[in-house]
């Protein structure tokens, strides 16, 4: 453990100051500007990449390195997004009793926030103490919240790439206690599928029709939905069709997903999917075209890992209860793991996130910081 601890009123300071810059997804970029703004002052090499396009986003990624101690080894990545959901605009926070609240009428931003402020403060520590410590990527994203499209479009430079390959990433992104990481989630399909019948007036000739509804009604029966075991599930989240009561429908749409933990088991449950909508269409003499796609893959990292047992022994050297789950949600690291990265969710303490009741208490965001800033230098 580090012989300096981090700054508390600096850490509270800075997640107030960011919770007050409105961000909520695809409007980053003025939260992006202050970031890159903080960065370059410590010392980063900053830049703002060119996604913003592809994402259709205001801002591209904030992006920033810093090179290693001239005796270190090795390189860690770090990263949060900066995009908030609604109602998230005009936040003001409200400090009650050590924990940091909004004033009732919005989010308070803690998701994620709470991991951007807590990251600038572990590496301000560290540079400002003179500490040893390897090469570090800081990675602000965008567009998380509605489909994790900035991490998705992430640019990184050939020599990024090359000096990053396999490094711990660790994306502050979750809630529970400081110490608890997430070394696993799920992949994740979703699917549109339209089921296409035969429209005919269903009082004067209803045997001449073919019902689309009928069809996707017997499809979904036939479905093995909800939990399915350890992280696996299914689900038809939305459905509809039909133009009037008098109408045999010939049109029907559902939308579902399915999730799981490995890529066999989650394209077996896709499959299974498909077979039905297909043999729900073919029983009422229709057709269907369902169209999935592959929202983002899976991680998993095993609990004896090396990378795992280092973060263990950060948490109990700091004196904060560690645990090391899987989870099926998904966030930036699913997509950071394709990119070469061996990525880690870090809890911040976030609590009641996506609601105006969130909060977050101010000894769990300085302990965020403690676990970021000594996993630097461990790792």
């Known amino acids: 453990?580090?012989?300096?601890?981090?700054?508390?009123?600096?850490?509270?300071?800075?997640?107030?100051?960011?919770?007050?810059?409105?961000?909520?997804?695809?409007?980053?970029?003025?939260?992006?500007?202050?970031?890159?703004?903080?960065?370059?002052?410590?010392?980063?090499?900053?830049?703002?990449?060119?996604?913003?396009?592809?994402?259709?986003?205001?801002?591209?990624?904030?992006?920033?390195?810093?090179?290693?101690?001239?005796?270190?080894?090795?390189?860690?990545?770090?990263?949060?997004?900066?995009?908030?959901?609604?109602?998230?605009?005009?936040i003001e926070p409200i400090i009650t009793d050590g924990i940091i609240s909004s004033a009732g009428d919005t989010v308070l931003g803690s998701d994620d926030k709470s991991g951007i402020a807590s990251i600038i403060e572990a590496v301000q520590s560290i540079i400002e103490n003179g500490a040893e410590h390897p090469n570090i990527l800081v990675i602000f994203t965008t567009g998380e919240e509605i489909g994790l499209l900035g991490a998705t479009a992430l640019e990184l430079t050939e020599t990024e790439r090359e000096t990053f390959a396999g490094a711990p990433c660790l994306v502050a992104d979750s809630d529970g206690a400081p110490g608890a990481i997430t070394i696993g989630a799920a992949y994740h399909?979703?699917?549109?599928?339209?089921?296409?019948?035969?429209?005919?007036?269903?009082?004067?000739?209803?045997?001449?029709?073919?019902?689309?509804?009928?069809?996707a009604s017997e499809a979904i029966s036939m479905m093995r939905l909800g939990g399915l075991g350890e992280l696996a599930t299914a689900n038809i989240g939305s459905i509809g069709g039909g133009t009037a009561t008098n109408v045999i429908p010939d049109s029907?749409?559902?939308?579902?997903?399915?999730?799981?933990?490995?890529?066999?088991?989650?394209?077996?449950?896709?499959?299974?999917?498909?077979?039905?909508?297909?043999?729900?269409?073919?029983?009422?003499?229709?057709?269907?075209?369902?169209?999935?796609?592959?929202?983002?893959?899976?991680?998993?990292?095993?609990?004896?890992?090396?990378?795992?047992?280092?973060?263990?022994?950060?948490?109990?050297?700091?004196?904060?209860?560690?645990?090391?789950?899987?989870?099926?949600?998904?966030?930036?690291a699913n997509i950071l793991g394709s990119k070469g990265f061996k990525p880690i969710t870090v809890a911040t303490g976030m609590t009641n996130f996506h609601a105006t009741n969130e909060l977050i208490e101010i000894e769990d965001l300085r302990n965020c910081a403690r676990f970021i800033m000594n996993a630097i230098v461990s790792l």
């Open 1 to 90: 453990m580090l012989a300096f601890d981090i700054d508390e009123k600096r850490v509270v300071d800075r997640f107030l100051e960011l919770v007050r810059i409105d961000s909520p997804s695809k409007h980053e970029a003025e939260v992006a500007k202050h970031c890159a703004k903080v960065l370059g002052e410590l010392g980063f090499d900053v830049r703002i990449d060119g996604t913003a396009e592809r994402t259709g986003c205001e801002s591209g990624n904030v992006i920033g390195f810093l090179p290693a101690s001239p005796s270190v080894a090795g390189a860690i990545a770090l990263a949060s997004h900066m995009d908030t959901v609604e109602p998230g605009r005009g």
């Open 189 to 215: 399909y979703e699917f549109v599928a339209e089921f296409k019948g035969l429209a005919s007036h269903a009082g004067v000739e209803p045997d001449k029709g073919r019902s689309a509804i009928r069809m």
């Open 252 to 332: 029907c749409k559902i939308e579902g997903e399915c999730r799981a933990m490995t890529s066999e088991e989650v394209e077996a449950i896709r499959d299974d999917m498909q077979r039905c909508m297909e043999s729900g269409a073919a029983k009422f003499g229709g057709s269907v075209d369902a169209k999935w796609k592959l929202s983002y893959p899976g991680m998993k990292l095993e609990r004896d890992d090396e990378l795992v047992l280092k973060l263990e022994g950060v948490a109990n050297d700091l004196g904060l209860p560690f645990s090391a789950d899987y989870s099926a949600g998904g966030s930036d």
